[in-house]
């Protein structure tokens, strides 16, 4: 099983990572006339156009964004006009700005460098308006357009090998990249932006659902060759990245043995040429999974309690418990309101937040995601932080024990223009208020879940990234993805971070206000 030989995430892992020397011995350049289209556009496919009617659910966003999943002890299926909603809110066209050379399309989730690799697709059982099928969610023209007709959704049983939330799902929303349109920029570090910038949108999704009382549970233990055959992936261009199962019913999908009929649906080209990165392909390929057998092993993994969780305390570090906020004292704003305005700040005012602002922050990002990977009460990630300027809190660097609902120092001090260095040397980092970094012991998350622990520990430290963006804007705040100097990060908050590895960062604070908003 090629997801047991764990060197191969070490491989990819180190040979990704950024340094000082490494960004300025990369001859890499922007080559702009080559630049691939940000969506995947199939030429002779109908489309199924969507309602841009987008309705209010009323629920706050911090309570959407710190939900778990609805339960699923009742039946809940999704209509044409809910899922229309859910695609809009994660990955739809929120805003557009024009620049002399064209127009720029952003999406309801932060991407890297804005270049929008990750597609949506839907497979479901007959909805109401939707008949049962696959489809491709095109956010250019905010329709589906059909691949296959009739219910494909006992593939996504067996594929799952029968996870209960896909069997039970009328309908579930799988996640793939296209390499090049984010590896034309970022090469072949792009395969962790195809975890960021998926967790991202998961983030909406999940928020989305929850505010729709539809269940929701992400799922990454699948054989990856069966759910490329069902999309017509291309596996040397595409990856299947993560299911979410949506809704439950009665009606469980037939186990048909059929074998599929190949796609052979013609999209537009996305480029000129495209630029291969093997690396990319090789850790996807020792991270996939080949059969139903290895799923269920897999998903064992998960299942096993002998392993540590993932906080580990601040030896003799001051700790400063988080104020929990009532409910009461929540912005009113709902999800939807909050997803429509969300952005990522260009630039910070070197302002302080509220430590209540930062406990809101905290508290209802990690509240756990309802996944086949963690159970609950547990990380992979552990969040560290360096806190620039929050009211009642000294400057410093701090990890956060979860279990605790408290901050632990690791060293006080003003870390500015260490946080600027870490971050590339962007003014960001500086900037803000606090920096969140997550970082995952890999030795132990590999031992456990193989290569596709990597996967795993990507994806949930950028769902809980997702989830503060969201929190942030919520409240009036702002905030940035990052990219950042793996090993001094982990330097930095070393010695309790020795061993562990660097998987996202997010930048918050407040926004410089744009002379408009003044
Ligand atoms: C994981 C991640 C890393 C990012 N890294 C950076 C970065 O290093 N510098 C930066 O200026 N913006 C960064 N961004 C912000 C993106 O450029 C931004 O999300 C994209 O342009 C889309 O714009 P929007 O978030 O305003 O919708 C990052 C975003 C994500 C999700």
């Given at each position: 099983m090629k997801n047991r030989q764990i060197d191969a995430a070490w491989i990819y892992h180190n040979g990704t990572k950024h340094s000082y020397q490494s960004i300025r011995a990369n001859p890499h350049y922007l080559d702009f006339d080559n630049q691939p289209v940000p969506f995947k556009i199939y030429t002779e496919l109908e489309p199924i156009a969507l309602s841009a009617h987008l309705s209010s659910s009323a629920m706050p966003s911090l309570s959407a964004i710190s939900?778990?999943?609805?339960?699923?002890?009742r039946q809940a299926s999704p209509t044409k006009q809910t899922l229309a909603e859910i695609l809009f809110l994660c990955a739809g066209i929120t805003r557009r700005r024009k620049y002399p050379g064209g127009e720029m399309l952003f999406r309801a989730a932060a991407c890297t460098g804005a270049l929008y690799h990750v597609d949506l697709y839907l497979v479901c059982d007959e909805l109401q308006e939707i008949p049962a099928g696959v489809y491709h969610f095109s956010p250019h023209d905010f329709a589906l357009r059909p691949l296959r007709q009739g219910d494909c959704r006992g593939v996504l049983a067996r594929a799952s090998a029968a996870e209960p939330s896909v069997v039970e799902a009328p309908a579930v929303l799988l996640c793939a990249s296209t390499f090049w349109r984010n590896a034309w920029k970022y090469q072949a570090r792009a395969y962790r932006h195809c975890y960021w910038d998926n967790g991202t949108v998961l983030a909406n999704l999940l928020a989305a659902a929850a505010a729709r009382a539809l269940p929701a549970k992400v799922v990454l233990g699948f054989v990856d060759g069966a759910i490329s055959e069902l999309l017509g992936l291309d596996p040397k261009r595409e990856a299947p990245l993560s299911l979410v199962a949506l809704g439950c019913s009665a009606a469980q999908p037939a186990l048909s043995t059929t074998p599929l009929v190949p796609l052979v649906l013609p999209t537009e080209p996305l480029s000129k040429t495209e630029v291969d990165y093997p690396a990319m392909r090789a850790m996807h390929e020792a991270s996939s999974l080949e059969s139903a057998d290895e799923v269920v092993q897999w998903r064992a993994a998960s299942d096993s309690h002998s392993v540590e969780k993932g906080d580990r305390s601040a030896d003799g570090g001051r700790r400063v418990f988080l104020q929990t906020p009532s409910?009461?004292?929540?912005?009113?704003?709902t999800i939807e309101e909050v997803i429509v305005r969300r952005g990522s700040t260009r630039r910070f005012a070197r302002e302080s937040i509220t430590f209540g602002q930062l406990s809101m922050l905290l508290d209802r990002a990690t509240r756990g995601i309802f996944a086949d990977f963690l159970h609950a009460g547990d990380s992979l990630n552990q969040l560290y932080l360096i806190v620039?300027?929050?009211?009642?809190l000294a400057p410093g660097a701090y990890v956060y024990r979860r279990d605790l609902h408290a901050l632990e120092l690791l060293k006080e001090g003003d870390f500015r223009r260490q946080a600027g260095d870490l971050g590339l040397g962007q003014d960001i980092p500086a900037d803000c208020s606090v920096n969140v970094y997550f970082l995952a012991d890999l030795n132990r998350v590999l031992d456990r879940f193989g290569n596709r622990g990597y996967r795993a520990a990507q994806l949930e430290a950028s769902i809980i990234g997702g989830k503060l963006y969201l929190a942030a804007y919520a409240q009036g705040l702002g905030a940035s993805g990052l990219t950042f100097f793996d090993d001094d990060v982990t330097e930095f908050f070393s010695?309790?971070?020795?061993?562990k590895s660097v998987m996202f960062l997010i930048a918050l604070g407040k926004s410089v206000k744009r002379k408009s908003e003044l």
């Open positions: 939900a778990l999943a609805a339960r699923r002890d409910d009461d004292d929540m912005p009113s704003a620039h300027a929050v009211d009642d010695p309790h971070a020795a061993g």
